[in-house]
């Protein structure tokens, strides 16, 4: 296969900038977690997968969460196909899909709940699902 490569410096420096953490629904949904007195380590690495992180990750109860950007790994409702290199952009987003594949599969191996949510979804219904998740877990652990 041939090397692909971006389609431009300006593209790659574009893209270089948007963010990877922190982003507008990640800090609500931590913003609306941490008001309901939950606890919870941010950017965790993933056990035995370098480079690969948890967003919002709740050790003790072993539950992943993960917000994925629609763009970025295929949300089905609103990805879309960009038409400047658009072998070198499909390659590339499979990729994403496939690393989240197997950070979900080798995370559960291990015993975690991974929860994954798009970009696009409400912040307090993410973090109800995620509350409901934490709550479930504590309680076996306590039991």
Known sequence: MESLVPSSPA??????????RDTPQELAVRQILHRAG????????????????IDI?????????????CFWHKCPNHT??????????????????MRDRETTEHLSALGWVVLRFWEHEVPTAVAERVHDVVMTRRQADAG
């Open 80 to 97: 879309t196909s960009p038409k400047a290199n658009a072998a070198w952009w499909r390659a590339k987003l499979d990729r994403n899909v």
């Open 11 to 20: 593209v790659t420096k574009r893209m270089s900038r948007q963010p990877r």
């Open 57 to 69: 990750a709740f050790t003790k109860y072993k539950v992943a969460v993960f917000l994925d950007g």
């Open 38 to 53: 939950l606890r919870y380590r941010i950017h965790v690495p993933v056990p035995g997968m370098p480079r690969r992180s």
